[in-house]
C-alpha cells in the first residue's frame, strides 16, 4: 500500500513522529506500516537520508507518547468502547483481539504487541480499559518503546551501513524484517506453551 522510501523522504522526522504516534495509540493507525517503516527509516539515515539519532529519537517518543494516549483514551472511555457499532476507524473483531491477547499476556502484552500489526494498535487502550496502574504501564511501554522504536531503526541503520547496495534488496528486507519482528512474541508464545505442557504432567 505503500512506497515506503518516498514516505520517509516526505515525512520527515516530524513525519515520522506521527506515524508512529497514530499507530501507537490512535483507533485509527491500525493500518499504518509501522515495523517496514522503522526499518526503511534505519536503512535510508544510513544513506545519508537524515540522522539516525533524530531517527531513533522520532520513532520512540511516537512509540511512548502514542501508547500513552492511547492508555487514557481506554481509561477515560472504559467498558462504553466495546458498545460501539462498527465503523470504517472501529471495528469491534480488531479489539477483541486485542483484549483476548491482553488477557493472556497481561503487563508483557505492552512489550510483545509492539511486533504484532493491530494489536499494538490497541493493547495500550486496552490496559486503560483493565484500569493498569499507569506506573506498570510506563515501564513497560518505555521497555517497548525502546526494543521496537530504537530497535528497529538501528537494525536498519547497521544492515544499510554493512551491505551495500541495500537499497536494491529493500522490498525482499522489508518481507524479512516483517517476518522477524513476529520471532520475539512467537518465543514468547512457545515458551508460555511449554510451561503450560509442563504444568499439566
Not at 506500516?33 to 537520508?49: C, E, K, N, R, V
Not at 476507524?89 to 512489550?111: L, M, P, S
Not at 521497555?143 to 530497535?151: Q, Y
Amino acid at each position: 500500500m505503500f512506497d515506503l522510501v518516498a514516505l520517509v523522504k516526505a515525512a520527515g522526522y516530524l513525519g515520522l513522529f506521527g506515524i508512529v504516534f497514530a499507530e501507537s495509540g490512535l483507533l485509527i493507525g491500525f493500518f499504518l506500516p509501522g515495523d517496514s517503516l522503522l526499518f526503511t527509516a534505519g536503512i535510508l539515515a544510513s544513506q545519508g537520508y537524515g540522522q539516525i539519532v533524530l531517527v531513533i529519537a522520532a520513532c520512540f517518543l511516537g512509540a511512548v507518547l502514542g501508547d500513552s494516549v492511547g492508555y487514557a483514551f481506554g481509561r477515560r472511555v472504559g467498558p462504553a468502547i466495546f458498545r460501539r457499532n462498527d465503523s470504517i476507524v472501529f471495528n469491534k473483531d480488531h479489539i477483541e483481539r486485542a483484549r483476548a491477547f491482553y488477557a493472556k499476556y497481561g503487563a508483557k502484552t505492552i512489550v510483545l504487541a509492539r511486533f504484532i500489526p493491530v494489536v499494538r494498535t490497541f493493547a495500550p487502550v486496552l490496559a486503560g480499559v483493565g484500569e493498569m496502574p499507569y506506573t506498570t504501564f510506563l515501564t513497560y511501554n518505555i521497555a517497548g518503546g525502546l526494543l521496537w522504536g530504537v530497535g528497529m531503526p538501528l537494525l536498519g541503520y547497521y544492515l544499510g551501513s554493512a551491505i551495500p547496495d541495500i537499497d536494491r534488496y529493500l522490498v525482499p528486507g522489508v518481507i524479512v524484517i516483517v517476518i522477524l519482528s513476529v520471532i520475539p512474541p512467537a518465543l514468547h508464545f512457545y515458551r508460555d506453551y511449554r510451561a503450560r505442557k509442563q504444568a499439566q504432567k
